[in-house]
């Protein structure tokens, strides 16, 4: 069974950076659109960001636009997500999945969770003084 692994989390100042990482073992991503997503504790899942397979479309929610950018390296078949100028309300728990119906994102569109696949465990990010 798919698993995708999520890594890089860990606690960071405010202000910090983090860089998450996305791999998918016996899973080829370069076909699908990747999605990262963020869950804090008593809130539910939102989408963070979203990255095409080969076209170079992007999504970012508006709360991290300008601090955070999705790459992706499909030799590698991995994803990243590269955090900046973090700040307490980005702590959560934060996953990636594949979009197994869709190999682009839109700008302008948020993305859902129900429409992604092959959730990892997650990496906690905490934003904390």
């Known amino acids: 069974q798919v698993q995708f692994v999520e890594s890089g989390g860990g606690l960071v100042q405010p202000g910090g950076s983090l860089r998450l990482s996305c791999a998918a073992p016996g899973f080829t991503l370069d076909y699908y659109a990747i999605g990262w997503f963020r869950q804090a504790p008593g809130k539910e899942r939102e989408g963070v960001s979203c990255?095409?397979?080969?076209?170079?479309?992007?999504y970012y929610l508006d709360s991290v636009k300008g601090r955070f950018t999705v790459s992706r390296d499909n030799a590698a078949n991995t994803v990243y997500l590269q955090m900046n100028n973090l700040n307490p309300e980005d702590t959560a728990v934060y996953y990636c999945a594949a979009n197994l119906l869709r190999s682009s994102c839109s700008s302008d569109t948020e993305i859902r969770s129900n429409e992604y696949d092959y959730w990892g465990p997650g990496t906690q990010v905490t934003v904390s003084s």
């Open positions: 990255v095409g397979s080969h076209d170079g479309s992007t």
